[in-house]
């Protein structure tokens, strides 16, 4: 069980970080967004505007995506493992 979660934990950061490299690029710079504006919500109806404008919620969720994936197959790799013993 405990293999199980850490391999579930290690492939959903892996999908994280994949998922921000692939998704996380500003369509204007092709810069990456900094990692505490992607993860923190807007508080002010002008930086909501620039997010939706900048697509901030589709790359947001593309980047969760990704790492629910990593989640995912971490877990089932875990569960594999677990069962050839």
Do not use: C, D, H, W
Request: hydrophobic content about 50%; aromatic content about 10%.
């Amino acid at each position: 069980m405990r293999n199980l979660i850490i391999l579930a934990v290690i492939f959903g950061i892996v999908g994280l970080v994949v998922g921000y490299l692939i998704f996380g690029r500003l369509e204007f710079t092709n810069e990456l967004i900094p990692v505490g504006q992607l993860f923190s919500s807007g508080n002010s109806l002008f930086g909501e505007i620039g997010r939706q404008i900048a697509g901030f919620q589709a790359k947001r969720q593309s980047i969760y995506i990704s790492g629910g994936v990593g989640v995912l197959v971490g877990g089932v790799l875990g569960f594999a493992l677990r069962r050839r013993r």
